[in-house]
């Protein structure tokens, strides 16, 4: 399968963040895709630089504001006290309920708190610079897909931090820009009228549900913890379906923590009837690998062979497909189980 590979990621490497209300060294760390590219590699996959400038995407995905803050972040986080380059800057206050979100405050943590659905998101010198390659690289992957290339059915995107908890105006999840929403964006400019995208990350998209709340030309179908007990605890619940225009085009498949493989497979069985249904001329899937039952902070039980079942269930749908990297924190598992879906797709 034709990969863009980032390989600027490793700039972007905080070295804690908080977890549980303790200090603790980050979980999305750039060994994460290392592992993914060993095993790529290996398994006679070759790598692409992203080729697409993804600025103008990003501007329809994200607002400018948010965009703006994003890129100058570090910068004035230096200039703010001497020996800031050694600190990581964590928001300490939000605008919810009652506050008000639409005057943006001069103060740099308070803007943070702005742009911020949490502290789990720790910034370092290269994030921007990273976080604009990965969302590159899931634009180079959808134009790719885009141009009907002969016998490519399937393109990957490989990508570290993570995108689907991003939202139009704020970060959250170790997530800055929302790559799968560039790719889903990407495929429609390039003239796809419909687009669905499966999200099957341990934890809910939120993100791309919220940008794409009040759209028919994107549906957004997520299997998921579910948010009575598992981040992002404040969306991914089965009575969002969307609304205005957008009206019945998102499904949640909210799972207990905990749950069988069997009835994960089970709620991806309807996620997958539900897109067969919808018409698409192409789909984006979120690639989570959290659901790993050896993954660090995640309550399912999938094994490296059922994601060789998965690759194979989603290329059964018949559709152009960009697969976008999500999370999965069992850092040297995470390589065979991306190239296991990537390759059971490819063999259906």
Not at 78 to 105: I, M
Not at 116 to 124: A, E, H, Q, V
Not at 136 to 148: C, P, Q, T
Request: proline residues 5%; negative net charge.
């Amino acid at each position: 399968m034709i990969t863009f590979f980032n390989d600027q990621h490793p700039a972007h490497a905080p070295q804690h963040e908080f977890y549980r209300g303790e200090r603790v060294p980050c979980f999305e760390t750039p060994a994460r895709a290392e592992h993914v590219k060993a095993s790529l590699l290996a398994r006679g996959h070759a790598l692409r630089a992203p080729d697409v400038d993804s600025r103008a995407l990003l501007g329809q995905i994200h607002s400018a504001r948010y965009l703006h803050f994003l890129e100058h972040a570090w910068p004035r986080w230096l200039a703010l006290e001497a020996g800031n380059e050694s600190r990581q800057p964590f928001p300490s206050v939000w605008p919810v309920r009652t506050l008000r979100s639409d005057v943006e405050p001069v103060n740099f943590i308070a803007q943070l708190g702005l742009y911020s659905m949490d502290n789990g998101t720790p910034m370092s010198a290269g994030s921007w610079a990273v976080a604009k390659a990965g969302a590159d690289a899931a634009a180079s992957a959808a134009a790719v897909l885009s141009a009907g290339t002969a016998g490519v059915r399937g393109v990957f995107s490989c990508t570290r931090p993570p995108g689907h908890h991003a939202g139009a105006d704020f970060m959250g999840g170790y997530c800055f820009l929302n790559n799968a929403a560039v790719a889903a964006q990407t495929l429609r400019n390039a003239g796809a009228k419909r687009v669905a995208v499966l999200d099957v990350d341990y934890h809910h998209g939120n993100g791309t549900q919220s940008i794409f709340y009040d759209r028919a030309d994107v549906l957004f179908v997520s299997l998921h913890g579910d948010p009575l007990t598992e981040y992002p605890f404040y969306l991914g619940h089965a009575d969002e379906t969307g609304e205005g225009e957008g009206a019945g085009f998102n499904l949640n498949l909210p799972l207990a923590a905990g749950c069988t493989a069997a009835q994960w497979f089970e709620a991806l069985e309807v996620a997958c009837q539900r897109i067969a249904g919808y018409g698409g001329d192409a789909l984006v899937v979120s690639l989570g690998l959290d659901t790993f039952a050896e993954d660090p902070i995640s309550k399912f039980a999938l094994l490296a062979s059922d994601f060789s079942r998965l690759g194979e269930r989603i290329g059964q749908l018949g559709l152009p497909t960009v697969f976008v990297l999500e999370g999965g924190y069992a850092a040297a598992e995470l390589g065979t189980n991306a190239v296991n879906v990537i390759e059971g797709f490819e063999g259906c």
